[in-house]
């Protein structure tokens, strides 16, 4: 999309993205007592000192890749934390599966791509871990990969909105917009049925 390419928009789309996925981590942080999770290649033995918000500033610094493939990233995160309920998105994996994403996101969408080794480097870990890493995303999706353009535009038209409505209103102008009484801000996911193209609001992790 034309919005993609503004300068301004992807800093403020990475912003809103790292503040998300931090809510999502901090919600099943807190709720890991009370549902089965199970340990997988994703998960680390310690949380990364790199807060999210660094990390995929990071991403997006040196992957050079598509300013879609980060919309489409959300959207395979989205997919794997619904085909993996036992696997919620949490501070001890959320910075393994967005590396992962976004590599095979740009793998899947851009013509030219960095290699393995390459995103490994961006990511920190070692280029076996991220071969791993990415066969078991793979399999995770259920090698789901195809987003069509409905769906990019369900997904970012929902992306774009919630960071509209995280903006400070106008001071004079007055809004248009109404929000409805005991709307919340704090959505942390937005689960698709992406046959029917409608959606619900629903948690990251189950």
Do not use: W
């Amino acid at each position: 999309m034309a919005e993609l390419e503004n300068p301004n928009m992807m800093p403020n789309l990475i912003t809103f993205l790292s503040s998300l996925l931090e809510e999502v981590a901090e919600s099943n942080d807190l709720n890991c007592g009370f549902k089965a999770q199970k340990i997988s290649v994703f998960h680390g033995l310690t949380r990364p000192t790199i807060s999210i918000q660094s990390y995929l500033d990071r991403i997006y610094k040196y992957a050079n890749c598509s300013p879609s493939c980060f919309i489409v990233a959300y959207v395979y995160l989205d997919r794997f934390a619904q085909r993996q309920p036992s696997l919620p998105i949490n501070s001890f994996n959320v910075h393994r599966l967005l590396i992962t994403s976004v590599m095979v996101a740009a793998k899947f969408m851009d013509d030219l791509y960095y290699n393995n080794a390459y995103y490994a480097k961006v990511g920190g870990i070692s280029t076996t871990e991220m071969n791993f890493l990415e066969v078991d995303f793979l399999f995770g999706l259920g090698f789901h990969l195809n987003v069509t353009p409905n769906n990019f535009h369900t997904y970012y038209t929902y992306l774009q909105r919630k960071m509209m409505m995280l903006q400070p209103p106008p001071i004079i102008a007055e809004s248009s917009l109404s929000f409805g009484k005991g709307r919340s801000l704090k959505v942390v996911h937005l689960c698709f049925n992406e046959e029917e193209s409608s959606h619900q609001k629903q948690q990251l992790a189950v």
